[in-house]
């Protein structure tokens, strides 16, 4: 696989990192619309989107960080989190700069709101992307830390690399893309954590400047049209997005949309970005929302960044035996046959597994990809 025909756009972006998106079209005003997600940037020439990452330049929409990273690091896959995708194994992850949300509570906001190069410090092409996963034992890449929905062009390329080696690709989204960009991206996966940040309009548009919908509209799509393995995250934030009125609805939503096999994990707050006065979730909070999406019918609901071994463990829905026993990100139980299968009442578990778990624990590796490169 060879690098994409770059442009040379010094005012945009550094040379060998600017290349044509394929999802825009053109206004009656003269600009030009990004049709990556729904905020439908419409761009003079030189303007930047929200996202940072997109511009317009001439006649074209244009990424301007194909190739650049903020960073690449091994992780657990339950990490990023995904606990029926291949448990205990190693993932790549590496992100860009820039989002397409404007979450006020972002975890991760130093990568997704950073409007410097600085940030992109890390080089690699898809092919080095690819080589390094195979040389570290990886069994899949990850793209995440931001949201591969707008750094699209070079995640399908990078995916199709891996892909060329037998490595897996996980996307980490919040799941805030166009149909046409959807089955694009979606199509280059084999995973995805989709991030359900509430489950009001109140909510995506309060604090996210979204609405919801078109997440909604993602994991419709992900469950009926794609063969994609994935899971729902909800970081629950204390007065928000906890009430017991809005986890019932949701609960219900995905069972009536979703089904009941799609795993759920509900993460903690912690204050950060704009929401420094906000106070913590408590650990309570995260065990009220499982009790409630148990209570619903979804089987494999998780609690995450609290020591919770029963909240982060996999159980049998059929006979309830411990299937995937996990202390943090160790697994330290293993009870499914090669089929994916309960070792007791031989009922199946949703997911993709492998006739042995992963043996990665809580390591967490940087990178240089240059070393393969």
Known sequence: MSDPKFLDVPALGVAGSVVAGRHWSACDDGRLRCDVCPRECRLADGQRGLCFVRARAGDQIVLTTWGRSSGFCVDPIEKKPLNHFLPGSPVLSFGTAGCNLSCSFCQNWDISKSREIDTLADRATPETIARAAEALGCRSVAFT??????????????????????????????????????????????????????????????????????????????????????????????????????????????????????????????ADFRMRETPATPPETLRRARAIARGHGVRHVYTGNVHDRDGQSTFCHACGSRLVGRDWYVLDEWNLDSQGRCSKCHTRCAGVFEAQPGTWGMQRLPVRLADFA
């Open 145 to 270: 830390y931001n949201d591969p929905v707008i750094f699209l062009e070079y995640a399908i390329d990078a995916a199709h690399a891996c892909r060329e080696r037998g490595i897996k690709t996980v996307a980490v989204t919040a799941g805030y893309v166009k149909p046409a960009a959807r089955r694009e991206l979606f199509a280059a996966m084999d995973a995805a954590n989709v991030d359900l940040k509430g489950f009001s309009e109140r909510f995506y548009q309060k604090l996210c400047s979204g609405h919801l919908d078109p997440v909604l509209d993602t994991l419709r799509y992900l469950a009926h049209e794609t063969s994609v393995w994935f899971e729902i995250t909800t970081l629950l934030i204390p007065g928000e997005n906890d009430s017991d009125e809005e986890l019932h609805a949701a609960s219900e939503w995905i069972v009536a949309n979703l089904g009941v096999d799609v795993p759920w994990h509900f993460s903690a707050f912690h």
